[in-house]
């Protein structure tokens, strides 16, 4: 995890803040993820969503790789190579994210980070909604729906 966030004086997973790290392009964010969690992602994962799920993404990339270590440690599963993710993607104003065959304790982290997105700007991270505009849903925070 990383230090404290210059904004706000909290670890930036607690606070969800957005600030230098959500300045780099949408494509230096991911793939900065996608290389810390390689085992997750791979190089054919493709990321399709704005900077603000960031947060969301880099917490559930966080989780699933613990719970898989975990499985591995306790001898429940052997350690593999094998990418898991797929695509990362926003739909219908919301996150998708696309995984092989998983376990259910998986699938319900991912189904709560989908969740979650909901309920935040894709673009800034902030608090946000459902907008529509020629028949798109997409999420974002007030601020940021005037802005478009």
Not at 40 to 55: N, S, T
Not at 73 to 80: A, K, L, N, S, V
Not at 109 to 120: D, F, W
Request: aromatic share 12%; proline share 1%; charged share 35%.
């Amino acid at each position: 995890m990383s230090g404290e966030c210059d904004q706000c004086g909290e670890h930036c997973l607690e606070c969800r803040c957005i600030h230098k790290e959500i300045q780099n392009t949408r494509q230096d964010l991911y793939s900065s993820l996608a290389k810390e969690y390689a085992n997750l992602y791979g190089k054919y994962c493709f990321f399709e969503c704005g900077p603000g799920w960031y947060y969301i993404l880099r917490e559930l990339s966080q989780k699933i790789t613990y719970h898989l270590k975990e499985r591995v440690d306790r001898g429940r599963d052997q350690e593999t190579d094998e990418p898991l993710v797929c695509q990362v993607k926003e739909k219908y104003g919301g996150l998708r994210y696309y995984v092989n065959s998983t376990f259910d304790e998986v699938y319900d982290m991912i189904a709560a980070a989908e969740r979650e997105s909901l309920r935040t700007c894709e673009e800034c991270g902030e608090s946000g909604k459902q907008y529509s505009r020629n028949r798109w849903v997409i999420l974002r925070c007030k601020e940021c729906w005037e802005k478009e």
